[in-house]
């Protein structure tokens, strides 16, 4: 379908994005995420991923509301999911008991909310781009296509020679799929 067109061709290359240190407290991040919403639904702003870097300036993952509500409670990323069962759940509250169960999660987290909102940082609950999260800047779109199909991700992040370089997001593949069908296709 767009074999020729390569991911690099749409990515949108990190230094594109507002970025927040690893080393920034759960408060800084609401902060950081809720000022970036505004400035891209303002239009100030292109993106409104918020990315993540380490001390040595490298990207480590991105930021997103649902990881600081993970934030809240620090036995979710020691949880072993299984996302066979997981997204087949009949109901909340069966996976809420599962997993608390198996990690002794807190019970009510939102009670330490201050707390956690000066203690904890954001490399405490980030969670790192798995291996189904990463496509190569010369990978084909079909590569990307079938990760987001298969992941249900929003986004990838794009490596070159090692290196997080860009992000691809799923609407711009989606684009792609348009242009295709109304350029090529002729439909």
Not at 41 to 48: L, V, W
């Amino acid at each position: 379908m767009m074999e020729k067109n390569k991911v690099r061709d749409v990515m949108v290359p990190v230094a594109d994005f507002p970025r927040i240190s690893d080393e920034a407290t759960f408060s800084e991040a609401v902060q950081a995420l809720e000022k970036n919403f505004d400035a891209y639904m303002s239009g100030q702003a292109k993106q409104r991923i918020t990315l993540v870097h380490d001390a040595r300036n490298r990207i480590v993952g991105k930021l997103t509301p649902v990881d600081v509500v993970r934030g809240l409670e620090p036995g979710y990323g020691k949880m072993p999911v299984d996302t066979s069962y997981s997204s087949f759940a009949a109901t909340y509250q069966y996976v809420m008991e599962k997993a608390q169960e198996q990690t002794m999660l807190w019970s009510k987290p939102l009670d330490d909310l201050c707390k956690t909102a000066q203690d904890v940082k954001v490399k405490d609950f980030l969670r790192n781009p798995t291996e189904a999260h990463l496509v190569k800047a010369d990978d084909s779109l079909n590569e990307a296509l079938h990760r987001f199909v298969l992941g249900r991700h929003d986004s990838l992040f794009v490596t070159d020679n090692g290196h997080l370089v860009g992000l691809v997001r799923f609407s711009d593949v989606y684009r792609e799929i348009q242009q295709h069908i109304k350029n090529v296709c002729k439909i």
